[in-house]
């Protein structure tokens, strides 16, 4: 019975990565493309883009090396799971206000700022 449960869970990840990384590949395709139409000193790379990809990059394997690490110090996955929604409840708060002084910033969005109804209703 537990057997059957991993392995549909297994299958589940799977396919929910594949997709995953088929999406990260085709806007990395897509973004080096673009950097090439775009590109003022014709040597084909935009060292901005780059490091937007490094640190884009970077994150995604900090993050893996972080999870790798707590899988081998066999940190309690349930315990994890409700500091990390803690956390997220602090942080989220002062995030959407900062979207939402940034969503009515005309200097930010230029002339597609939220309206005054959007900004109180948030």
């Known amino acids: 019975m537990y057997a059957a449960l991993a392995c549909n869970a297994a299958i589940a990840l ?10 990260s590949a085709r806007y990395g395709r897509r973004g080096r493309l673009l950097d090439r139409r775009h590109d003022k000193s014709g040597d084909g ?13 970077g994150t995604i394997a900090a993050a893996t090396l972080l999870g790798a ?14 500091w990390v929604a803690v956390i997220n409840g602090m942080v989220a708060v002062p995030v959407m206000a900062l979207l939402m ?6 200097r930010i969005l230029g002339r597609f700022t939220v309206s005054h109804i959007w900004q109180v209703l948030g």
């Open 69 to 82: 690490l707590a899988n081998v110090a066999s940190v309690n996955a349930m315990q994890s799971l409700v």
């Open 14 to 23: 799977a396919k929910l990565l594949a997709a995953l990384f088929s999406g």
């Open 101 to 106: 002084l940034m969503a009515a910033d005309p």
């Open 45 to 57: 790379l935009d060292w901005h883009a780059n490091r937007q990809a490094r640190a884009f990059y």
